[in-house]
């Protein structure tokens, strides 16, 4: 079975839930992991975690919505390990409100990190990857949220569904450069999006009847990143407990 022995791995959102489960298990599959998060303390009780289990990572603070801060971001990472192999585009934030309710402010806020940034980090983060010529991978986290409506959420809906076709449109024009770009798509995975708790008695409509676990979105990552998935390209993964077949929200 294929490992990380060694590549770079860059993790946004990684301070917590989805994020911080695949920089967990990167790491012990032997990964050097830049656990990226706009809250420095959150994020580097996770790179602590993992330094206590012997793995090799840092955190960096940044705000990916802002293109001087994922520049600089990148600078840092090569600073330390002169790389990056692969892209992991998990930060987002949601509004949880209607189109009559929402503000233009809280619409701006949402779409910038949970859509102009992953857009901004792969851009800077490809650059790199085709400087070195070694090719790559991209995994954007989407949402099931991007596949249907909601009823109270507007604009995080429309964010994931501009995830999928960038995700598309990045694998198209990326793969000529060795570098695959795939996408998951999670349901209630975990705590809430932007949240740090996790409420087991969540309400879920699924064929499973329980939430997922970050763990389960983890190890999906792991196989799209691993030569394994070598023939994937474009391909978003549903990691929702069939909750698309129930047209849960």
Known sequence: MTTLQDKVAVITGGGRNIGAEIARLFATKGAK???????????????????????????VQA???????????????????????????????????????????????????????????????????????????IVNIGSTSGHRGRPFAIAYTAAKAGVLNLTRSMAIQLAPYNIRVNSISPNRIGSPVGKDYFDPNRKVVNLKGRPGQPVEVATVAYFLVSDESGFIIGHDVMVDGGSSLLGGA
């Open 63 to 137: 705000d990916i919505s802002k293109a001087d801060e994922v520049k600089g971001m990148v600078k840092t990472i090569l600073d330390k390990w002169g790389k990056i192999d692969i892209l992991i585009n998990n930060a987002a934030y949601s509004d949880n409100k209607t189109l009559l309710n929402i503000t233009e402010e809280e619409w701006d806020k949402t779409l910038a990190v949970s859509l102009t940034g992953p857009f901004l980090v792969s851009k800077y983060v490809a650059q790199q990857m085709i400087e070195q010529g070694q090719g790559g991978n």
């Open 33 to 59: 992991i830049a656990l990226v998060d706009m809250d420095m303390g959150r994020g580097e009780a996770i790179a602590s975690e993992i330094r206590a289990s012997h793995g090799d990572v840092i955190a």
